[in-house]
């Protein structure tokens, strides 16, 4: 209780003294550094003495956020915390990754054929492979390709090689 009244004793010269000249000369929190305990004597006390002694002296009583410097010790704890979690976050990626690349796979056949349809659908055919078999029509010069059902799904101009030239015998 000796260490309240000390304590105390600062804050009654503060507030009955009339000459704001001789209080700022007297004024423990003009050369504060953050950091820095508000007097010494609260290092040695319990937390709860320490509130009621700044509860006793304070002008007011917030809740708000504030910086507040770490030790060496806490610094400390934050790097490895910090550390442990970097390697945590390493494996979650890398088995993500993992999944990531087998879900790939799996949506790999399901999107070539979505896009085969696609085509199909717009263009009202599809690409296929299999055997064709090209039949000529000397008269209209154009080469036409049937599939293995019988029906023509090409056809094209002849090409030079592929025309063949009759003789005409002329009627004497």
Known sequence: MLLYTGVIRLFVLFTF?????????FNPMSNFKIGQLYDQALAEMPKEEVQSNLEAICYEIEERS????????????RKDEYSTIGIKLSEINESKKEMMDSFKQKLKEP???SSELIKAI????EQRYGKLF???DQESGMMY???????CVDARPLTKEERQFKLKTVNQ
């Open 122 to 125: 717009k263009f009202k055919s």
């Open 134 to 136: 090209s039949v000529d």
């Open 17 to 25: 003294n009339p000459r704001d000249q001789w209080l700022i000369a």
């Open 111 to 113: 999107k070539l054929r």
């Open 145 to 151: 390709s049937f599939d293995t059902n019988g029906v």
């Open 66 to 77: 504030y910086t507040k410097n770490l030790t060496e010790e806490e610094l400390e704890q």
